[in-house]
C-alpha cells in the first residue's frame, strides 16, 4: 500500500503544478507543447529504439497485443456506441487512443524502473502510429497517410529501428545526449497535460462521466482476452494492464476540434478521465505489482 503512492505521487503531483500554474498564470505552452512534440518526445524514442540493449524481434508480440488492444477496444466501443445511440466518431477514439505518452512512460519508469522504458516506448510508438493512420482515418475517411511522415515521432521510430537493424553503433556520448533531451519529456509532457487540462471546459458532464467509466471498463476487459492468447514477459504483461485502464489521450479532443466532431463532448470525456485515473491507476497498480 506504501509502494502505489509512492508511485503514483510523482504523477499527479507535476501535473497538478501545471493545473494550478494554469490556473493561476495561464502560461503560453504553444512553443512548449510543440518542442515536446517535435524535438523531445522523439528524441525520447530514438534513444530507446537505438540502444543496442533493444531488439526489435524481442517486441513483435508485444507490438501485436498492442495493435489487438486498440483495434479491440474500437470495435467494442462502435458497438456500444450503436447500442446507446452515440455518434461512433465522438466515441470510438477516445476509447482507443490512451495518453501512452504523457501518463504512460512515466508510470512505466516509476513503476517498474528504467528496464520498462523501452517496451513503454514500443506501446506508445504503436499507439502514435494508429492514432494517426486509422484514427485520423475514422475522422474523415477521405484523409490520405501520406502526412504520417511529417510526424517527427514516426520519423525518429523509423531512424530508431533501422539504427537498430543495421547494428549501427552509435558514439555513446552522443546517444547519452539524445537521451538526455528526451527525458525532458517525460515530466514536462506531465506539467503540460495538468495546465491543458486548466484550460478545458467541461460540459456535456453526462457523457463525459459515461466514456470516463467505460474506457477502463473496456480496456481492461479487451486485454484480459488478448493475454489469454498471447504470452508475454510478466513485466509486459503488468505494462498491457495498465494500458488497459489509461485516459484518453488530450490529442483525442485536438483531433475532434479539427474535424468538428463534438469536441465539446469529447474535451469532457478527456478531462474526466484523466480525473478518473486517480482511481482506476490505483486500482491497476494493485493488481499488477
Do not use: C
Amino acid at each position: 500500500m506504501s509502494t502505489i503512492p509512492a508511485i503514483l505521487f510523482p504523477l499527479f503531483a507535476i501535473a497538478a503544478l501545471g493545473y494550478f500554474i494554469g490556473r493561476s498564470i495561464r502560461p503560453d505552452l504553444t512553443t512548449v507543447n510543440r518542442l515536446t512534440v517535435d524535438v523531445f518526445a522523439p528524441a525520447l524514442v530514438f534513444a530507446a529504439l537505438a540502444s543496442k540493449d533493444f531488439r526489435l524481434h524481442d517486441y513483435v508480440p508485444l507490438v501485436l497485443a498492442t495493435l489487438l488492444a486498440i483495434v479491440g477496444t474500437g470495435l467494442l466501443g462502435w458497438g456500444v456506441a450503436r447500442l446507446a445511440g452515440i455518434q461512433a466518431k465522438t466515441l470510438v477514439p477516445s476509447l482507443m487512443f490512451i495518453n501512452a505518452g504523457n501518463l504512460g512512460l512515466p508510470l512505466a519508469v516509476l513503476a517498474f524502473g528504467q528496464t520498462a522504458l523501452a517496451p513503454a516506448v514500443v506501446i506508445l510508438v504503436v499507439a502514435n502510429l494508429m492514432q494517426f493512420t486509422l484514427g485520423i482515418w475514422i475522422f474523415d475517411p477521405k484523409s490520405g497517410w501520406r502526412g504520417i511522415w511529417k510526424v517527427p515521432s514516426i520519423v525518429a521510430t523509423v531512424a530508431g529501428v533501422a539504427v537498430g537493424a543495421l547494428s549501427i553503433e552509435l558514439w555513446p556520448p552522443l546517444l547519452t545526449a539524445v537521451r538526455m533531451v528526451g527525458e525532458i519529456s517525460i515530466p514536462l509532457m506531465l506539467f503540460a497535460l495538468g495546465a491543458r487540462l486548466a484550460a478545458a471546459r467541461i460540459e456535456a458532464v453526462g457523457f463525459g462521466l459515461f466514456g470516463a467509466l467505460l474506457r477502463p471498463v473496456i480496456g481492461t476487459i479487451v486485454v484480459w482476452v488478448i493475454l489469454r492468447f498471447i504470452e508475454l514477459p510478466e513485466r509486459e504483461r503488468a505494462l498491457m494492464m495498465l494500458l488497459g485502464v489509461l485516459p484518453p489521450a488530450v490529442v483525442n479532443f485536438i483531433l475532434a476540434e479539427h474535424y468538428k466532431q463534438e469536441p465539446d463532448k469529447v474535451a469532457s470525456m478527456v478531462l474526466l478521465g484523466n480525473a478518473a485515473a486517480l482511481v482506476t491507476l490505483p486500482i491497476a497498480l494493485a493488481l499488477v505489482l
